[in-house]
């Protein structure tokens, strides 16, 4: 009996491993990507080793306080279509539209002023303009139902990009 239950649970053991390959998501990228694959983190979280030059619109908002977490300033990559080709993605869901800097700390002080930052402030504002980033960290996973890609901030590529303020667009993600 007891050799029965061990090869039951060892099934089991076998044929979760199996499906939990089964759901995990196969990455591509149209042009060969300095990012490759390191860890696939189960359920859903893949990451990936190696630095890139990425290029986009960066846009650079303050986030109110929300269900009871202080607020703070969200950083986020928005990659041309070049750098688009270079990302590794989800086949099944297209392209990478934005990349989340998960250091932000680091990259606000980096690009923007103490003034900037007092500025960025208002709720109705946000900062924007383009940049070339080398990023590190590259990682993604599925959240809500969505796919989102992230990774830390390393060093400007080129001169420090000249941020502009604009009005917020309406956009507010949720789950």
Not at 91 to 114: H, K
Not at 129 to 149: A, E, F, H
Request: aromatic share 8%; net charge positive.
């Amino acid at each position: 009996m007891k050799a029965h239950a061990l090869l039951f649970v060892v099934a089991t053991f076998a044929l979760g491993a199996a499906n939990a390959q089964a759901q995990e998501a196969r990455f591509i990228s149209s042009e060969p990507s300095p990012f490759k694959r390191s860890v696939f983190v189960a359920p859903n979280e893949t990451r990936f080793s190696g630095s890139a030059t990425v290029s986009g619109t960066l846009q650079v908002a303050w986030e109110p306080e929300s269900e009871g977490f202080g607020g703070g300033y969200r950083v986020v990559l928005k990659p041309d279509a070049a750098s688009q080709r270079r990302l590794p993605h989800d086949a099944g869901r297209g392209p990478v539209s934005e990349i989340w800097i998960r250091n932000t700390d680091t990259i606000i002080s980096e690009l923007l002023s103490p003034a900037q930052r007092k500025a960025g402030l208002k709720q109705q504002h946000y900062f924007s303009g383009p940049v070339r980033l080398v990023l590190n960290s590259y990682r993604t996973g599925v959240d809500c139902d969505m796919r989102g890609y992230n990774a830390l901030f390393v060093a400007v590529a080129d001169e420090r990009p000249a941020l502009a303020l604009a009005p917020r667009p309406d956009e507010v993600p949720s789950c």
